[in-house]
């Protein structure tokens, strides 16, 4: 027994730098067995390299004192890896923090550039936004000082082809306009929107200029092309020889003003109206020393100031007794029903009139013109006005739909 234990003391495995040979090929299936080559031996084929990541065991003792078999991995690849920092050190923390700062500061810088870049392409982008927001304004305003004033009537044929010439241009663009926005929205944006706005704002200068100049600039301009009379007297009229003989209108067929004589009044007592879901209410102008045989030519008129008998004539300055004078009836589709009441006030009142003549009855006819134009240019200032404001308010609502304006 003591042999025995002598003999496992004896053994080369006891002793740390003994042969480790003889024992570590007892078991070729042990993972302990090691068997270095020796200088004899001639290698056959070139040994693989372990894969990248894999471990094997090394034994007790072979490179440090006796301890569990130690894990090595292979060596990895040569280039560096990305592997999370430790900090184990004081002078580590205040680096990794220092580099904080520095990427912050960086960032800083970068969006302060992207912020410069973005204010210069704002001023950029104002060129196309001045006409964007201009060009539509100007438009309507064109186009209603065609339509409405003095051009319209001294040259219609010039106006008209002037504002189909502001449709046909925008027209003509409209496409190409779109497929630019199809494909680019931002930079074909402008393009596009002011294709559409200026033909909108043309064709709405044309309609709202057409109603001003028909219904307040046109009758100014037409009778003041016309013939102005002074001291006529309604009723009577004495020829070269002497002669007194009722005043007929067809002598003044071409009369805007009437200035009648002093003693010139309106026959209430005769006067008519003619209804047609208006009232159409006519009085005769008379002269005061008139008897017999006098002239029925001479009318004041005006809608929906009288009673259906004709009775309570108010039209125009009828209640004033310095009114002497007439500024002709110039809106031709009224003219019609007018005659239809004179036709009955004379079939009523036994009265002959061949050729009536119509006028508002006034203090100043000079005013009332005025006053006619002065309604339209009101009109023109206030659709100036309201649609400068339309304009910048749609084109602010169209950037920022189309986030082009922050």
């Known amino acids: 027994m003591q042999q025995t234990m002598s003999d496992q003391v ?22 302990m067995s090691f068997a270095p080559p020796t200088r004899d031996s001639t290698p056959t084929a070139a040994a693989e390299p372990p894969p990248v990541g894999a471990t094997f065991l090394v034994p007790r003792g072979a490179f440090g004192p006796p301890s569990m078999p130690k894990v090595v991995e292979a060596p990895g690849p040569m280039w560096p890896t990305l592997e999370p920092t430790v900090n184990i050190s004081g002078s ?4 990794k923090l220092y580099g904080a700062l520095m990427d912050q500061e960086l960032m800083h810088d970068a969006e302060s550039k992207k912020i410069a870049m973005s204010k210069r392409r704002r001023r950029l982008n104002c060129v196309p936004m001045f006409f964007a927001l201009l060009g539509p304004w100007v438009t309507f305003l064109a186009t209603f000082c065609a339509s409405a004033f003095a051009i319209h009537f001294n040259a219609p044929v010039g106006s008209t082809i002037f504002k189909v010439l502001v449709l046909g241009l925008c027209l003509s663009r409209l496409p190409s306009a779109w497929r630019a926005w ?31 100049f028909w219904s307040y600039m046109e009758p100014s301009y037409a009778v003041s092309k016309m013939v102005t009379y002074t001291e006529v007297d309604p009723s009577a009229m004495h020829l070269p020889d002497g002669r007194v003989v009722p005043t007929r209108g067809g002598r003044f067929s071409d009369a805007g003003t009437v200035y009648f004589t002093h003693d010139a009044e309106l026959d209430l007592s005769r006067a008519y109206s003619f209804k047609l879901a208006d009232l159409y209410c006519v009085a005769p102008i008379k002269s005061a020393r008139c008897g017999e045989n006098c002239g029925h030519d001479f009318w004041a008129v005006g809608k929906n100031c009288c009673s259906e008998d004709g009775k309570d004539f108010k039209c125009g300055q009828a209640g004033n007794t310095r009114a002497k004078s007439g500024l002709r009836l110039m809106s031709a589709k009224e003219v019609p029903f007018y005659r239809l009441a004179v036709v009955e006030a004379a079939g009523k009142h036994q009265m002959v009139s061949q050729h009536p003549i119509f006028f508002h009855w006034l203090v100043d006819p000079v005013a009332e013109i005025h006053s006619w134009q002065m309604q339209g240019y009101r009109i023109f200032v206030i659709a100036m006005l309201a649609t400068f404001a339309v304009s910048a308010a749609g084109l602010a609502h169209a950037l920022k739909t189309m986030h082009l304006l922050s």
């Open 92 to 95: 580590a923390g205040e680096a």
């Open 10 to 31: 004896g053994s080369p495995m006891s002793s740390r730098g003994g042969d480790f040979a003889s024992t570590a090929t007892a078991d070729p299936r042990s993972p």
């Open 182 to 212: 199809k494909q680019s929205p931002n930079d074909g944006f402008y393009m596009l929107y002011l294709c559409i706005t200026v033909g909108a704002a043309g064709l709405l200068g044309w309609a709202l200029g057409d109603y001003v």
